[in-house]
Nanobody, 126 residues
Framework: QVQLVESGGGLVQAGGSLRLSCAAS????????MGWFRQAPGKEREFVAG?????????YYADSVKGRFTISRDNVKNMVFLEMNSLKPDDTGAYYC??????????????????WGQGTQVTISS
């Protein structure tokens, strides 16, 4: 049974930082693309960042987080991370970790991911 468990969310002031973690089990982690998505109340789930399974681990970011967020993975510990800096109130939402059985490049659409975590809440105060 595949499990993705997020942690690290919380309440921080604008300009602050958070580091999200996602622990994966029940899958061959090193052979899956990984992504982070977020969902604000009343809005659709949106892509935040993705990292490929392949050697070199190519990374992809939404324009809104480029230069502020960094995705990384540890294939020994079966974990993926999202380092978030210079946080803004617009970054508020539930953040979800997702895994994709690779069929090409890292997907940017939520529908293309096969497994999901339960989410961790990030709230940025102004």
């Amino acid at each position: 049974q595949v499990q993705l468990v997020e942690s690290g969310g919380g309440l921080v002031q604008a300009g602050g930082s958070l580091r999200l973690s996602c622990a994966a089990s029940g899958l061959t982690f090193s052979l899956h693309n990984m992504g982070w998505f977020r969902q604000a109340p009343g809005k659709e789930r949106e892509f935040v960042a993705g990292i490929s399974w392949s050697a070199g681990s190519s990374t992809y970011y939404a324009d809104s987080v480029k230069g502020r967020f960094t995705i990384s993975r540890d294939n020994v510990k079966n974990m993926v991370f999202l380092e978030m800096n210079s946080l803004k109130p617009d970054d508020t939402g539930a953040y979800y970790c997702a895994a994709n059985e690779p069929r090409g490049v890292v997907p940017l659409k939520a529908a293309d991911y096969d497994y999901w975590g339960q989410g961790t809440q990030v709230t940025i105060s102004s």
